[in-house]
């Protein structure tokens, strides 16, 4: 993060610097809501960062709803949240629009299973990405496929 202890988390894809204090804790999801890059995209934020304005922040505060099982879910769709963006001179996303995707929430325990099962193919392909080109692209594949066959829930009529 440079020579500052948090990254700074904003409009990009990436993080636009670092900074001394942080003002969110680690386990969020953030979008940025401005921006030519970034508008839309879903990101998951591990560890303590700085928050800047163009960007939402998305905690459950419903213990029986986790986090990252919405990160996971929303990164599944996260070319319609894109498609969301206002185009004019600098594209946005509403935040009301973001309020309104309708999110399947499956048990918790089967939420556990899922996100278990997709953090470790996460880290199965971050953890071997220095050196082994087509063996990443292999393992990222196949977490692309189990994470769409993970979040394919059925809907549950009342």
């Keep these: ?9 904003n409009a990009g894809l990436e ?7 942080s003002n969110s804790n680690g386990g969020i999801i953030t979008i940025p809501s401005r921006g030519q890059g970034g508008a839309g995209h879903v990101g998951y934020q591990q560890k303590e960062f700085w928050c800047g304005p ?3 922040k998305i905690l459950s505060e419903n213990k029986e709803i ?3 099982f919405i990160f996971y879910y929303l990164k599944v769709i996260q070319d319609n949240i894109i498609g969301l963006r206002k185009v004019g001179s600098i594209p946005a996303v509403n935040k009301e ?4 995707i309708p999110i399947p929430i499956p048990p918790l325990s089967e939420q556990e299973r899922i996100v278990t099962i997709l953090d ?5 392909v971050n953890d ?15 977490y692309e496929y ?4 993970l979040l394919t829930l059925k809907r549950m009529d009342k």
């Design 146 to 149: 189990y994470r769409d066959k």
């Design 128 to 142: 071997i990405s220095i050196g082994l080109p087509a063996e990443i692209e292999a393992r990222r594949k196949q």
């Design 97 to 100: 629009d973001l309020k309104k």
């Design 1 to 9: 993060f440079g020579k500052f202890k948090y990254p700074y988390i």
């Design 54 to 56: 163009l960007c939402y």
């Design 120 to 124: 470790k193919f996460d880290a199965l």
């Design 15 to 21: 993080p636009s610097g670092s900074i001394n204090t």
């Design 66 to 68: 986790i986090t990252k």
